[in-house]
């Protein structure tokens, strides 16, 4: 479900571009656990960058026209605002990540 369906506010874009951030960096987390978190955060903007470049190329619209899904991974045109997006929703990702890692580590040493 997109967050775009609950909502047709100029917020939704914004909110739906952090939580694709959010979700690459939980993905890169899962993939490279091992990894520190500042790397993990950088990681999922470079992805997200990336990605957003790619649709420069026009590329990912064509392939969303012939599957649809592939929208909702690969976007269909470029935004620069959307490059902001998901800075901050890595950036969010990252501080939950550090607190709740923080949180629970403490906890063990008592």
């Not at 939580?19 to 978190?37: D, E, G, M």
């Not at 992805?47 to 269909?76: D, K, M, N, S, Y």
Request: glycine share 10%.
């Amino acid at each position: 479900m997109s967050i775009r369906t609950l909502s047709d506010a100029a917020w939704t874009g914004p909110a739906g571009d952090g939580l694709y951030a959010v979700l690459v960096y939980v993905l890169v987390a899962i993939l490279i656990p091992s990894k520190s978190k500042a790397l993990i955060a950088a990681a999922a903007v470079t992805i997200c960058v990336v990605i957003e470049l790619f649709q420069l190329t026009g590329l990912p619209a064509e392939l969303g026209e012939a599957w649809p899904p592939l929208r909702l991974v690969l976007g269909t045109t470029f935004g620069t605002a959307d490059l902001l997006a998901y800075a901050g929703g890595a950036a969010v990702a990252y501080g939950v990540d550090r607190k709740m890692g923080t949180a629970v580590n403490s906890t063990r040493h008592h």
